[in-house]
């Protein structure tokens, strides 16, 4: 492995003159001679029959080409997943960002002067606000068909919890709270469509997936795939909540119905009310065990919010059941959890997908162990987490190389190290005030890489060489989504490492089903090891035809990856993944007590990427997890009253920004090369989100004596709860 020459540098991002320079085109940016622009009506209300639309003053009005309605789309439902999401509502809206008209124009004042003409008479329907009152007997539906609001319901078991409790020598049992997150990406939706010169129905947006967006246009358009073509440009962030459709199909059903071009872009208004969220989750843990540290059983019972529409609610629910407990070693274990439909903006994907949820809670099912116990929290964790062949609570061994153990010793050596520097300069570097109170906290965990749970799970990729004796130029295909993670660099990486070349021969040619295999989305923390694969595959079959004198030589086409196995309706077990990223991370907090601010002084995270590709962009992928972690740790409050967005704006919902950031962030690479992968990758997209909440609750439990179980910590409620601590 040490002769690489191209895996393992920092080589500069393809895409970065282009980005710093202004000349990348991001997905509003780009325009059609002659296009028109579409003004989208949403209900804006969050539960209502539709008894009527009226869209005869709004056509009167100058510059209005069409209104179109539900009525207009062949097929009025699509959705990722399962397809129950109307393109455009007929007769009843579920939230508040649902779409019931897309007014088209020539400009787009004139598109939002006649928006605001088109009638619609609704009947207003009880409002589904709550998970846990949804399920009531006589709650209203927000789906009929889905008795009791349930959208998916899992369940897990693994030996006896029942008398494992019984010889227990001690129980934690406690309620946790995580709130919903906004993915605020730079970029709101925004797209165009146009009928390319092939008569293609064509839709140049921002995605994580160009095939999955094509599927979903065809289906919803009743068209063949191969009438539909998907181009990503330049992306501003995705991290999730670009896996669902937003523009996509109303600007194919515009562009086709017109035969002109047509723009749409949402405001951030529309952004924040329209995409999906992390998903808010209640979950209630019990554990047991030895006076020893010896976890021994734990049941957990979850209620997520799914909000109006399915998206990949199903598919949170079930990567949280196999990561319920943490990364822990539990032989007893029950897991029940459910997705309620409610009348919320829908939960959806969100870095992590589960993860950080499941993380949240067991960390501090595990810090109140410990500290019930008297035990040395890095030590409890140390005699219970995931080490090689451990089983999993869907009791298959857990596969590759398992770093958990050495990440976590790594960690608590730097811990002791800088607490030892601090005490040097005591006096100078402790609290800085009276009311300022300093404290360390830490916390492990583990994400799966790849789709899991059965479902087939491969990447297409080709390449093309061109030159007489040696290759002068490599053309690499890959329909692998760019959101800025920089995975573009890394697959020419794997290319030009394969073939032996300097990365600057390689020439990408990117995101357009036009003329690229589907590589599966940019998700699950999986592109750089199953399109990674697809591209060293396909760069092996190139060289080789190469080398037989084939000009120019081609490679490529499908990789497919080993199979998963679906769980187990009863009990959950199955071989659910093929590939993990372990974590451990420690934070140093400085807590007002009289404001209840807090600081962020330090984070140490240590994190395996197996075999760091491009080192640099590891860590901006931990630098990026850590701010948008404390952004949901701290600052992000996501209000929905009565249905109701409220924190529709960046100035309402608080995104940490370079003033609110650590003030030393320290990324240490322990790069342990796993049995799966290229050249040993894992997945680093996520991970490093998973830790870090549970260690902010632990730091400032550190500070101030306090335990929160639920986030975001706002100044207020923790000066509230540290004052009547004060009291009692
Ligand atoms: Mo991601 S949260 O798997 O799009």
Redesign the pocket.
């Known amino acids: 492995m040490s002769n690489l020459k191209t895996v393992g540098q920092s080589v500069l991002r393809q895409d970065s003159w282009d980005k710093v320079t202004g000349k990348a085109l991001f997905a509003n940016d780009f325009s059609m001679k002659g296009e028109l622009h579409i003004k989208l009506v949403f209900a804006g209300r969050p539960h209502a029959r539709i008894i009527s639309i009226d869209t005869t003053k709004a056509l009167e009005q100058p510059g209005v080409v069409a209104i179109f309605t539900g009525k207009d789309v062949p097929h009025n439902l699509y959705g990722l997943i399962k397809a129950d999401q109307p393109v455009l509502c007929e007769d009843k809206v579920r939230f508040t960002g649902d779409q019931v008209c897309a007014v088209v124009a020539e400009t787009i004042a004139q598109a939002e002067k006649a928006a605001k003409l088109v009638e619609i008479d609704y009947q207003d329907l009880p409002v589904i606000t709550d998970p846990q009152s949804a399920t009531k007997p006589g709650a209203e539906l927000v789906h009929e068909n889905k008795p009791n609001n349930i959208a998916h319901k899992v369940q897990l078991r693994r030996g006896d919890v029942q008398s494992a409790f019984a010889e227990a020598e001690i129980i934690i049992e406690r309620e946790y709270h995580t709130p919903m997150q906004e993915h605020a990406y730079l970029e709101p939706e925004a797209g165009v469509g146009y009928i390319d010169e092939e008569g293609r129905v064509t839709v140049r947006t921002a995605g994580?997936s160009t095939h999955d967006d094509q599927r979903q246009i065809a289906q919803a358009l009743g068209l063949p795939l191969d009438q539909i073509r998907v181009i990503y440009g330049a992306i501003g962030g995705?991290?999730?909540g670009r896996?669902d459709i937003s523009v996509q199909i109303v600007l194919a059903l515009a562009a086709w119905k017109l035969q002109r071009p047509v723009k749409l872009a949402w405001s951030r208004e529309e952004s924040i009310s329209g995409h999906g969220k992390r998903h808010a989750i209640t979950l209630r843990h019990k554990w047991g065990a030895r006076k020893d540290g010896t976890l021994i059983a734990a049941q957990v019972e979850a209620i997520s919010d799914a909000g109006a529409y399915l998206s990949t609610s199903g598919d949170v629910i079930d990567n949280f059941r196999f990561s319920a407990i943490g990364p822990y070693q539990i032989p007893n274990v029950k897991v029940d959890a459910a997705a309620i439909f409610t009348n919320n903006v829908p939960g959806g994907?969100?870095?992590?997908?589960g993860s950080p949820q499941t993380a949240f809670a067991a960390e501090l099912q595990i810090e109140h162990l410990a500290e019930e116990l008297g035990i040395d929290p890095t030590a409890l964790r140390l005699k219970n987490c995931l080490v090689e062949h451990a089983l999993l609570p869907t009791q298959s061994e857990i596969p590759g190389v398992v770093s958990l153990p050495l990440l976590l010793e790594t960690l608590a050596e730097k811990v002791d190290n800088h607490q030892a520097d601090d005490l040097e300069a005591a006096g100078k570097t402790r609290s800085s005030s009276k009311h300022k109170k300093r404290g360390t906290g830490i916390a492990i965990g583990l994400k799966n890489s790849g789709f899991s749970f059965g479902f087939p799970e491969g990447s297409d990729a080709k390449v093309i060489l061109h030159g007489d004796a040696e290759i002068e130029r490599a053309e690499l295909y890959t329909a692998a989504a760019d959101v800025g993670q920089g995975v573009h660099s890394a697959l020419a990486q794997i290319a030009a490492e394969v073939l032996g070349i300097p990365i600057s021969k390689i020439e990408l040619v990117t995101s357009d089903t036009a003329v690229i295999g589907d590589s599966g989305?940019?998700?699950?923390s999986r592109l750089t090891i199953f399109a990674g694969y697809a591209v060293q595959q396909a760069a092996e079959q190139a060289l080789e035809n190469f080398k037989a004198e084939n000009r120019p030589a081609v490679g490529g086409g499908r990789w497919d990856a080993p199979p998963t196995e679906k769980p187990d309706p009863e009990t959950g077990a199955c071989f659910n993944s093929l590939s993990y990223a372990y974590g451990a991370q420690a934070v140093e907090v400085e807590v007002d007590t009289e404001t209840g601010e807090i600081k962020i002084l330090k984070i140490t995270a240590v994190h395996d990427p197996g075999k760091a590709i491009n080192p640099q962009q590891v860590i901006g992928q931990i630098q990026g997890s850590l701010v948008q972690a404390q952004g949901w740790a701290l600052t992000e409050n996501f209000i929905i009253e009565e249905g109701y967005v409220k924190s529709d704006k960046l100035s309402t919902y608080l995104i940490p920004t370079v003033m609110d950031v650590a003030i030393e962030t320290e990324s240490i690479l322990v790069e342990r090369p796993d049995t799966f992968g290229p050249f040993g990758v894992r997945g680093i997209g996520?991970i490093a989100f998973v830790c870090f909440a549970p260690a902010i609750i632990s730091a400032v439990h550190d500070a101030t004596g306090v335990w929160f179980d639920h986030l975001p910590l706002l100044p207020e409620q923790v000066a509230a709860a540290l004052h009547a601590g004060s009291k009692q």
């Open positions: 994580q995705a991290f999730g896996e994907a969100f870095r992590g997908f989305p940019a998700s699950a996520e």
